[in-house]
């Protein structure tokens, strides 16, 4: 499905999920048959991309996440509008502008949908310590509106419906980042992660908890086994694929860092190249989740920071206030 003009696929996954009775006969009698929920994932590729995602019921539809600008935003909305189905809630995952970045044009279109997250993700969006709502406000003009307070805060295990199906609200804390917030479809084995995995593309990792983002990734395969899981970047697969690939991509990242970078303590500008440049070689053809040119060096400062290390740069910058200092001395 395409509105045009747009150049934003919509890419409708529906999972099968079969009666309790178990055939095909009795499913196709009507009165046993089990609805479902369409997740459907607005797509458009290349560096920056995110996804979002609404869950279409029989009658009501349900949006989790929204773009990262307005105008992205606004390309949602309108294949949301051509089903002519009500949005009743929108679900808003992290503190995270690729997530929330586009939410004025769900909430113009959506005055009545509730606009949903947890206390820890309203509280981070209001103070906005990493002048995330700023630099939107300047990206996309004055017209621009910080995220309104949520309708009502949810919680983890909560169990949201979606035209009766079950949707249940799962909540991470200290992986990608600080906190974020899963939705899970039990009927259907399918679970939407968000950030906890970017399938083929570099994740950002200037809030992660490099020990504990694993350790997440470990839990979501134990617990979600079977399951499909909905990235917040990239394509959709099985959870224990997806899951391992992220996992492995973090230990060969901070390796780098680890065996590469810190045997002094230092990492050096060399260093910092080489080790761009093995990321690079090890994962061609990726894309990063920012559409920052220099996301891949900035995960490095960040590792670099998080394991004790410090930046040869910011070492010589030291040195040279410590000589003026001794200079100016009387």
């Not at 509105?3 to 009666?19: E, K, R, W």
């Not at 290390?309 to 910058?317: H, I, L, P, Q, S």
Request: hydrophobic letters at 40%; a negative charge.
């Amino acid at each position: 499905m395409r509105a045009a003009p747009l150049t934003i696929g919509l890419i409708a996954i529906s999972l099968a999920f079969a009666s309790c009775n178990g055939g095909a006969d009795d499913a196709s009698e009507g009165a046993d048959a089990v609805a479902e929920l369409e997740i459907h994932r607005p797509f458009r590729g290349g560096p920056g991309s995110v996804n979002s995602y609404w869950l279409e019921g029989p009658d009501e539809i349900l949006v989790f996440d929204a773009q990262r600008s307005i105008a992205l935003g606004e390309r949602v909305v309108a294949a949301i509008q051509e089903t002519g189905k009500p949005v009743t809630a929108i679900v808003i995952s992290h503190y995270d502008p690729g997530h929330f970045g586009g939410l004025q044009a769900f909430t113009e279109a959506f005055p009545d949908a509730e606009l949903l997250m947890t206390a820890e993700v309203a509280e981070q969006i209001d103070r906005d310590l990493s002048g995330y709502v700023e630099r939107l406000r300047e990206a996309q003009g004055d017209d621009y509106q910080a995220p309104p307070d949520p309708s009502r805060l949810i919680e983890n295990r909560e169990e949201l419906t979606v035209s009766d199906i079950p949707v249940v609200v799962h909540t991470l804390d200290n992986t990608e980042a600080e906190t974020m917030t899963m939705l899970s479809i039990p009927s259907q084995q399918a679970v939407l992660a968000v950030d906890l995995v970017a399938n083929r593309m570099h994740p950002d990792f200037a809030d992660a908890d490099l020990d504990r983002w694993p350790l997440a990734l470990d839990r979501l395969t134990r617990e979600f086994s079977g399951y499909t899981l909905y990235p917040g970047h990239g394509e959709p697969g099985p959870v224990s694929l997806l899951a391992a690939n992220q996992k492995g991509y973090l230990t060969f990242v901070r390796g780098q860092v680890e065996r590469e970078m810190l045997a002094d303590g230092i990492a050096s500008e060399e260093e910092i190249t080489e080790a761009i440049a093995a990321i690079r070689a090890n994962y061609p053809d990726w894309e990063s989740v920012t559409g920052r040119p220099a996301q891949l060096r900035r995960n490095l400062e960040a590792i670099v920071a998080q394991l004790g290390g410090e930046m040869e740069a910011a070492v010589a910058e030291e040195e040279a206030e410590d000589e003026t200092v001794e200079e100016d001395a009387p």
